[in-house]
């Protein structure tokens, strides 16, 4: 199940991270998504909307890969996986939070940033994790030195990637996709601009696709 999803964000490349506060907000923004190239989405547990949101993407989106983001525990593990998602994000790495995913059957990308997480992560069998916040945490070269040890580790950088280096990011062969946020920015989903969500969606896909 795992392996399949990791050869789907290859080739997607970027996984959009949406926090909404009205849930029904999800359905036109998951379909500018989809239309313009970019069938996925992350969607967070900042915000009481999220479990409601997946729930709802799901039915109007049934193809497209939907990650839970921001999830702390098992009680959020539990609400996202009935709601419908594909997979579970977490910013750091909770031993607690990914045993109950592994029982669940479920895959989750725990958040790391230093050698001591990664290592608690493989442990528990984990080879893809979120680098996590990438810019802030030494972004390409702490990256760079930290897969060198760790040769099977694969990793989702997340945090202050947008257009200007993230085709930086994903020149380096182990880095499976980016998550951001630039195309789908608390401000375009409150003013609920579909139309400028989508050309940026779109603009991110040519991106990183040539």
Same mark, same amino acid.
Not at 59 to 66: D, E, G, R, S, T
Not at 94 to 116: D, E, F, H, M, R
Not at 127 to 153: D, R, V
């Given at each position: 199940?795992?392996?399949?999803?990791?050869?789907?964000?290859?080739?997607?490349?970027?996984?959009? !991270?949406?926090?909404?506060?009205?849930?029904?907000?999800?359905?036109?923004?998951?379909?500018?998504?989809?239309?313009?190239?970019?069938?996925?989405?992350?969607?967070?547990?900042?915000?009481?909307?999220?479990?409601?949101?997946?729930?709802?993407?799901?039915?109007?989106?049934?193809?497209?890969?939907?990650? *839970?983001?921001?999830?702390?525990?098992?009680?959020?593990?539990?609400?996202?996986?009935?709601?419908?998602?594909?997979?579970?994000?977490?910013?750091?790495? &909770?031993?607690?939070?990914?045993?109950?995913?592994?029982?669940?059957?479920?895959?989750?990308?725990?958040?790391?940033?230093?050698?001591?997480?990664?290592?608690?992560?493989?442990?528990?069998?984990?080879?893809?994790?979120?680098?996590?916040? *990438?810019?802030?945490?030494?972004?390409?070269?702490?990256?760079?030195?930290?897969?060198?040890?760790?040769?099977?580790?694969?990793?989702?950088?997340?945090?202050?990637?947008?257009? &200007? &280096?993230?085709?930086?990011?994903?020149?380096?062969?182990?880095?499976?996709?980016?998550?951001?946020?630039?195309? !789908?920015?608390?401000?375009?989903?409150?003013?609920?601009?579909?139309?400028?969500?989508?050309?940026?969606?779109?603009?991110?896909?040519?991106? !990183?696709?040539?």
């Amino acid at each position: 199940m795992m392996k399949q999803m990791i050869e789907q964000l290859r080739q997607l490349k970027i996984v959009p !991270v949406i926090a909404v506060d009205r849930a029904e907000d999800i359905i036109p923004l998951g379909k500018a998504l989809a239309d313009n190239g970019l069938p996925v989405a992350e969607i967070t547990f900042r915000s009481t909307a999220a479990a409601e949101a997946i729930r709802l993407l799901r039915a109007a989106q049934p193809n497209m890969l939907i990650g *839970a983001g921001t999830v702390l525990n098992r009680d959020q593990v539990v609400a996202a996986k009935q709601a419908g998602a594909d997979f579970m994000v977490s910013p750091g790495f &909770n031993p607690n939070t990914v045993k109950a995913c592994q029982q669940l059957n479920i895959p989750i990308i725990p958040g790391v940033n230093n050698p001591s997480a990664i290592e608690g992560a493989m442990e528990l069998g984990l080879k893809l994790l979120k680098f996590f916040p *990438a810019e802030p945490s030494g972004g390409l070269p702490m990256i760079k030195a930290i897969l060198a040890p760790y040769t099977e580790l694969q990793i989702m950088p997340t945090g202050g990637i947008g257009p &200007n &280096n993230i085709r930086d990011y994903l020149a380096v062969p182990r880095i499976v996709a980016c998550g951001g946020s630039w195309m !789908v920015s608390q401000a375009l989903v409150g003013s609920q601009n579909w139309q400028e969500i989508g050309r940026l969606t779109r603009e991110a896909v040519d991106l !990183v696709n040539t």
